[in-house]
């Protein structure tokens, strides 16, 4: 660790590169959760996080690798959120983990938004950029594996999992709870949200 010893006597520590990157990450996860992969400059990242752009270079070799650092952050977020829910199951039947798992993602999203944005970002921009969609792909099988082996589910479980959680995505995306409308009502009946 280093230190400065100012001539009062408190102290100041600076920032190790790994506290650095961890700062431009949380900036560039709000950066990227607001205006995605394509609108979003390295510039940006960094007045925002208060380096310089040279620094981010630094800390990432280019915009991608941010980006692709980012959503990987997602996925272990996702990850310690749905493990959060395996703990809260109350019993183990594949039903009871995944209902729990469901929830926790639910306040997971509701309480970090930002990861349900990045994360349709990232699916958007993984149609065309191929180490986006790897990275993308990558995630997405280890939590499918990971959901899979924690709730014992079958086949058709599993997949029901993910499939409320993508229509969880639009309802929240679109704001449904607030459209006073029958297309609106039936997609948001029993989708968990907070």
């Not at 039947?93 to 309480?111: F, K, N, T, W």
């Amino acid at each position: 660790m280093i230190t400065l010893m100012p001539a009062a006597s408190s102290e100041r520590r600076l920032s190790t590169a790994e506290e650095r990157r961890e700062t431009v990450l949380r900036t560039a996860l709000g950066a990227f959760a607001a205006r995605g992969y394509y609108g979003t400059t390295t510039g940006e990242v960094a007045k925002s996080a208060g380096i310089s752009q040279a620094y981010v270079y630094r800390l990432f070799p280019d915009k991608e690798a941010l980006f692709l650092s980012v959503v990987e952050h997602c996925f272990a977020r996702i990850r310690e959120s749905l493990a959060d829910g395996v703990a809260a199951a109350k019993g183990s039947s594949p039903e009871a983990v995944l209902y729990a798992m469901g929830d926790a993602y639910a306040r997971l999203i509701s309480e970090e938004n930002t990861l349900l944005r990045v994360q349709m970002h990232a699916q958007c921009a993984a149609i065309s950029e191929p180490a986006v969609r790897e990275v993308v792909q990558r995630g997405v099988a280890r939590t499918v594996e990971y959901v899979r082996g924690m709730s014992d589910g079958s086949e058709e479980q599993v997949q029901e999992f993910f499939a409320r959680g993508m229509l969880c995505h639009l309802v929240v995306a679109v704001d449904a709870d607030a459209v006073d409308a029958p297309w609106a009502k039936t997609l948001a009946k029993g989708i968990r949200h907070y």
